[in-house]
């Protein structure tokens, strides 16, 4: 793995300088199909260091912002001694008034971060962008599997559901109507996206599951789904809620990486700068 997230000029990776934070969880231990989330953290890091560091949609340079990369969170027992690792790590640099990225791993590691947030910050909620509802409430016999992670999540806060396309009977039951948005739904176009903006509090955290994607273009992740989101369907709605909400934190997860599909790797680093770039826009 490279040393840390994009080849930054020197002094931009340090931590009293950065602003910005990435936190690797390389973890996978309740992963139900393909298995390899656990390398997920480390593909990214390494693909990073092919962008550029200019976006040229936003004409910025996020990284002069400072991004430091912190040592992986390396937990290989239970989910909850994972989540609760997770947890502690980001409210630490949460206290430090740092800007928490965190890179999965599986997407149970969303968990411990969303509770940390919620900590610090009143009426948030969390924007998830996802193939799958994630609301069992047990799946395999743990409350923490990643098939759990959104009915988890949803004990610290209210959220909000884009792009789902399978589920379980029950976890269509537990859904709640008018904040979830089915990608079966975004395909016919119509005003979806500012409805679920409007469901958002002020304070957001998002959450990507990258199989939110459409499998042409992102089948490296352990679940994939054919019907979902294209590249700048997503970046839309990303720019659109970084432009009205305050985004205080996010992460993206489940990237399967393939040794021989370097592209796909690239493409999650991707969306991680230009996330980062919206937040960040020099203008706001």
């Not at 260091?49 to 430091?68: A, C, Q």
């Not at 599997?145 to 396309?165: F, K, M, Y």
């Not at 979902?228 to 205080?248: H, N, P, Q, S």
Request: proline share 5%.
């Amino acid at each position: 793995m490279k040393p840390g997230f994009g080849d930054l000029p020197a002094g931009y990776d340090a931590y009293e300088n950065s602003k910005i934070v990435i936190l690797p969880v390389p973890y996978d231990g309740t992963a139900t199909w393909i298995k390899g989330a656990d390398k997920g953290p480390a593909a990214i890091v390494e693909a990073s260091w092919n962008m550029y560091l200019y976006d040229t949609e936003t004409d910025s340079e996020v990284y002069k912002r400072g991004i430091y990369t912190d040592a992986p969170v390396r937990v290989k027992k239970s989910p909850e001694l994972m989540i609760d690792a997770v947890r502690e790590r980001v409210a630490g640099h949460i206290r430090a008034g740092k800007f928490v990225v965190t890179l999965g791993g599986e997407h149970s590691v969303s968990i411990g971060a969303v509770r940390a947030h919620a900590r610090f910050h009143d009426n948030i909620c969390v924007l998830q962008l996802d193939a799958h509802a994630d609301l069992q409430d047990e799946f395999n016999g743990s409350r923490y599997n990643h098939a759990c992670t959104l009915a988890r999540v949803r004990e610290s806060c209210p959220i909000v559901q884009v792009g789902v396309r399978s589920m379980d009977a029950a976890e269509r039951k537990a859904a709640e109507r008018g904040r979830i948005f089915y990608a079966d739904e975004i395909a016919t176009g119509g005003s979806w996206m500012g409805k679920a903006i409007e469901q958002l509090s002020e304070a957001v955290y998002i959450t990507v599951d990258v199989d939110v994607f459409d499998i042409s273009i992102m089948p490296a992740t352990g679940t994939p789904e054919p019907g979902g989101l294209l590249w700048y369907d997503v970046l839309d709605l990303l720019r659109k809620v970084a432009g009205t909400k305050k985004i205080v934190g996010f992460d993206v997860v489940e990237l399967c990486p393939n040794e021989f599909s370097k592209p796909y790797d690239f493409t999650a680093a991707k969306l991680v700068y230009k996330m980062l770039s919206y937040i960040f826009k020099e203008n706001r």
